[in-house]
C-alpha cells in the first residue's frame, strides 16, 4: 500500500474511530439512565465497563499510554515508528475525549507530525 493511499485511509478511519469515542462518552459515561442501574446492578457487565473505564480516566491511563508511545515513535525510525504513532494516536484520540485531554493534545500533536514527517534519505 502506497503512502498516499495509507494517509486516504488514516483520514477516512480517524473521525470514525472520534466518533466511536463520543459515542461511549455520551451513551456510556454521561447517560443518566446508568447511574441509576450500576448503583442498583453493579454487576452487569455495562456496569463493570463503566466502572474500568472510569477508573482508566481517573488515573489518565489512556492519555499517558498515548503520550509515551508518541513521544517513543518519535524516535524510531521508518515504519516501526510510524506503526507507533498510529498506534499512540488511536489511544489519544479516546483520551481527547474522555476528560484527560491535558495530557492527550499532546500525544495528538507528536503523533500526528510523525505521521506526516517525510521518510529520510539515505
Not at 486516504?8 to 469515542?21: D, E, F, H, Q
Not at 439512565?33 to 465497563?49: I, K
Not at 489518565?60 to 515513535?73: D, E, M, N, S, T
Amino acid at each position: 500500500m502506497s503512502s498516499r493511499s495509507s494517509l486516504i485511509l488514516l483520514l477516512i478511519l480517524l473521525p470514525l474511530w472520534l466518533a466511536a469515542s463520543y459515542g461511549v462518552r455520551f451513551a456510556l459515561m454521561e447517560d443518566g439512565q446508568w447511574v441509576g442501574l450500576c448503583v442498583d446492578q453493579a454487576q452487569r457487565w455495562e456496569c463493570q465497563v463503566r466502572s474500568g473505564l472510569g477508573l482508566l480516566i481517573h488515573f489518565r491511563v489512556i492519555a499517558w499510554i498515548a503520550l509515551v508511545a508518541a513521544l517513543v515513535a518519535f524516535f524510531v525510525p521508518a515504519r516501526a515508528g510510524w506503526g507507533l504513532a498510529l498506534l499512540a494516536l488511536l489511544f489519544a484520540l479516546p483520551a481527547l475525549v474522555l476528560y484527560t485531554a491535558s495530557l492527550a493534545v499532546f500525544a495528538c500533536v507528536i503523533a500526528g507530525l510523525r505521521l506526516v514527517r517525510s521518510p529520510a534519505r539515505g
